[in-house]
């Protein structure tokens, strides 16, 4: 089916707005990465940081999904420690991944923790952006992203990690008010940060919490509520919308719709029936294909896609993977899921017509 003629902002805009649609819009959690030879073909020439850094660089990564897979929004390329390191910490990402040095452990390191001038300080990020923008024109969504405030936390008080995060839950447990101050600076300056990405012409933010899951209900509501609620208040950007991702925060789902986010963004945990007769039509959905499924058969490719889209309607619905491509993903997998999302048959009421 081409989509050549298409406005694929509109139709990623009415999707988060849980209006009517034509079909639903897909794109991919880490769409710019290894699974790509393009990409490799970059990396092989450049360090992790150094293509986040050149605007040049990060602008022509971010694209290749959208060149190669036909996706239906391109996400900036960049890393959610941008914001660590602009407040203040060094940071290193080697192959076995990244690294903050001197931990934030106490008051005297939190501190030290500084607002920033993104314009200044992380200036390639906005930069690369208006690169993008001006590559794809005024009908494709261009996505800028930050981590969510606790996750943020979790790699600034583990300063790396390796799917533990026990010095951080430690860090709740026995500093509650040091931690809320930590959080609350990084709101600020995370809503600072996303605001001059919507200024260099970001459609649509996303706020990645990598660690959500690993909160109970009670936390979330103390600590991860308020500082969440507080980016997306601070963005004053009404016609931006806002997407939430948690990994493993299927028991979260009722108080991540409360942050103010537009679209919840869930993993392959969850159900997507499940989700959109838990929230309604308070907020749309985003996910949720498992993405080791793309390691499979073309045929199991294209069913997951086609059930996630069945079970929310098409309505308030953006496909996507419930995390990151995998690295071993071939890319022609990537492309059937994405050409199986974009083909999905909706059902009559998730239809957009002239009366809307």
């Not at 299927?250 to 392959?268: F, M, P, R, Y």
Request: hydrophobic residues 45%.
């Amino acid at each position: 089916m081409s989509r050549v003629n298409e406005n694929r902002k509109e139709l990623f805009l009415r999707a988060c707005r849980f209006q009517p649609v034509e079909r639903v819009p897909v794109w991919i959690m880490r769409q710019a990465g290894r699974y790509l030879p393009e990409y490799q073909a970059v990396r092989a020439k450049h360090s992790f940081l150094a293509i986040c850094k050149a605007p040049e660089l990060a602008a022509e990564v971010s694209l290749q999904p959208f060149h190669v897979l036909g996706v239906d929004a391109v996400i900036v390329f960049s890393d959610i420690l941008i914001v660590a390191e602009a407040m203040g910490m060094q940071l290193d990402v080697p192959d076995s991944g990244p690294v903050l040095s001197d931990p934030v452990r106490d008051r005297a390191a939190v501190a030290r923790l500084r607002d920033f001038d993104p314009e200044r300080e992380t200036g390639f990020v906005g930069d690369a952006i208006r690169a993008i923008c001006r590559e794809v024109g005024p009908e494709v969504p261009v996505i800028g992203f930050a981590a969510a405030p606790w996750t943020l936390a979790c790699y600034m008080i583990e300063g790396q990690t390796r799917g533990d995060i026990s010095i951080a839950k430690q860090f709740m447990r026995d500093e509650p008010a040091l931690l809320r101050d930590l959080l609350a600076r990084i709101a600020r300056s995370t809503a600072t940060y996303l605001k001059s990405q919507i200024a260099a012409g970001a459609a649509v933010v996303q706020l990645f919490d990598t660690w959500a899951g690993e909160v109970t209900r009670d936390e979330y509501e103390s600590f991860e509520l308020p500082a969440t609620r507080a980016v997306f208040e601070s963005l004053g950007a009404p016609g931006v919308p806002t997407i939430l991702y948690g990994k493993g925060s299927s028991h979260l789902i009722e108080l991540q719709s409360k942050t103010g986010a537009d679209v919840v963004s869930v993993d392959w945990r969850t159900d997507l029936g499940e989700a959109r007769r838990t929230l309604g039509d308070r907020v749309a959905l985003q996910g949720n294909v498992d993405p080791n499924i793309l390691l499979g058969p073309e045929a199991a490719i294209r069913e997951a896609a086609r059930d996630a889209v069945e079970k929310t309607g098409g309505v308030g619905h953006i496909l996507n993977l419930g995390h990151g491509i995998l690295p071993t993903t071939p890319v022609q997998n990537a492309r059937a899921f994405v050409e199986a999302g974009q083909t999905a048959p909706l059902p009559a009421r998730a239809h957009s017509s002239e009366a809307d």
